[in-house]
């Protein structure tokens, strides 16, 4: 059949997108780009918060029309959203007629032989797989069809969570914490330098705790001086970072280790020590506060994205002035800011004083406005400095999109980059900071 695969959320569930489409081939199917021009389309839901699992409701009845008029035979929903609703299964069977079959994230690789290889056979039983704790961990030798551009891939270190954050409801459909072996992740990273990728970006639920359960504390730093000798990575960013495990160790290599950028996105949700305790991030205010100063300190230039939570049960407009003045003093050069969303079978959806839903939007406007001035701010530091941009692709003739080290793809900014010469994805080059806006850079690249 031909298979597409829309995938949903965050880089982590893109990473299994590509994993099941790989497994798909390997069992003889064609992936298509296209969906119209698809006998199967399976969708990789996310369902972190409300908001996520809605979009991919959204994309499933999109879907499900098409099968209605005939444009696609088989629908297939897999990932987070199946697996989190494991127990209302009968209620999703009923909901989604047109639905063939729903599987869970630690479930993926039993698609293929779920599925048949006739779209015009008989109509295929429809199933509800989901494994009572997913323990699926793909690795090296796992097919892997990937969805990002040749020059820059996503790495999952590790899967699963073993945090017990009252708002989220993760290690209850992602599974405890279970790393890769480095030697696994290495052989990975060099087969991906091999096909042209120069920036790897590292995943997982908590990358920085990465190592703990096979080696017995945390070992991201060794993991990083591993991938530094494989040949053709320019550049290794962290994303996904629990500050409590974030030592002077990871500090260090961040710091030393070369083709590690200076970079690191670590979910800091609040500055509280109330709110910290209540949503047991493991951390409190003065050790937040005390870690960014050693990141700005250890690392002058280091590019820190974080993500905070508003509307938390029991913020007060103290605790949000709290967090904006922090905002004024750390300075981060990336910041998401989310309204907090009651999930299903989590302490925080039962606590009191939940906050109103207008009053959290009123919260995140009012930060996000704040932010934005900062970031603004930030980025007129970068006016007039010679940077190495990592060009991403051709926007129109003789300006291009790229990144500098500061930038994750797909959810930062971005460097519009002005050549007389020709570029290629992939390529970096030296260029000049000519004009900023409040998240991006726009620069002449220097004639080489």
């Known amino acids: 059949m031909k298979v597409h695969v829309v995938s949903l959320g965050c880089a982590r569930n893109l990473v299994d997108s590509e994993g099941l489409i790989g497994l798909m081939e390997k069992a003889g199917h064609t992936f298509t780009e296209e969906v119209t021009q698809a006998d199967c389309v399976v969708v990789n839901t996310c369902s972190f918060i409300q908001p996520a699992e809605e979009e991919s409701i959204a994309v499933i009845l999109q879907v499900a029309d098409l099968k209605k008029r005939g444009k696609v035979q088989r629908l297939y929903v897999a990932g987070c959203l199946p697996q989190k609703r494991r127990n209302e299964r009968e209620d999703l069977l009923q909901m989604l007629p047109e639905v063939d079959g729903f ?36 690795e090296s030798l796992s097919p892997r069809h990937r969805l990002t551009p040749k020059h820059f891939s996503y790495l999952k270190v590790s899967e699963g969570c073993d945090h017990a954050c009252t708002f989220c409801s993760i290690p209850q459909f992602r599974g405890p914490h279970r790393s890769r072996t480095m030697e696994d992740i290495s052989q990975e990273a060099t087969r991906l330098a091999g096909e042209g990728v120069v920036e790897l ?23 990083l001086e591993k991938l530094s000798s494989v040949k053709g990575i320019r550049w290794i960013r962290i994303l996904y970072a629990h500050p409590a495990h974030v030592s002077e160790e990871l500090i260090r290599a961040i710091r030393e280790i070369t083709p590690v950028v200076k970079y690191i996105d670590i979910p ?107 970031s603004e701010e930030e980025n007129r530091q970068w006016q007039g400095r010679t940077v ?57 690249a220097i004639p080489f």
């Open 103 to 138: 599987l869970g994230p630690g479930d993926l690789p039993k698609l293929p032989g779920l599925m048949g290889s006739d779209p015009a056979g008989s109509d295929p039983k429809r199933f509800f797989v989901t494994s009572p704790v997913p323990t699926l961990l793909f």
């Open 201 to 223: 970006n590292l995943i997982g639920q908590d990358t920085s705790y990465y190592g703990a359960d096979l080696y017995g504390r945390p070992s991201l730093p060794e993991l």
């Open 268 to 374: 800091l949700q609040h500055i509280s020590d109330q709110l910290l305790a209540a949503m047991r991030r493991e951390t409190d205010g003065k050790f937040i506060r005390r870690l960014i100063e050693r990141f700005r300190q250890e690392i002058p230039e280091i590019a820190i994205r974080t993500t905070f939570i508003v509307g938390f049960p029991g913020e007060t407009d103290s605790h949000v002035e709290e967090l904006a003045q922090f905002l004024l003093q750390a300075r981060f050069e990336r910041v998401g800011i989310f309204p907090y969303s009651p999930e299903p079978k989590t302490p925080a959806e039962r606590m009191p004083a939940q906050v109103p839903e207008e009053v959290k939007q009123e919260r995140l406007h009012r930060l996000m406005q704040l932010q934005r001035g900062i």
């Open 388 to 444: 190495e941009v990592l060009v991403d692709e051709l926007e129109q003739d003789a300006v291009y999109l790229g990144r500098t080290y500061a930038d994750a793809p797909e959810v930062d900014g971005q460097v519009f980059l002005k050549s007389s010469q020709s570029l290629q994805p992939g390529q970096m080059v030296a260029a000049e900071v000519v004009d900023t806006t409040e998240y991006d850079l726009v620069a002449e």
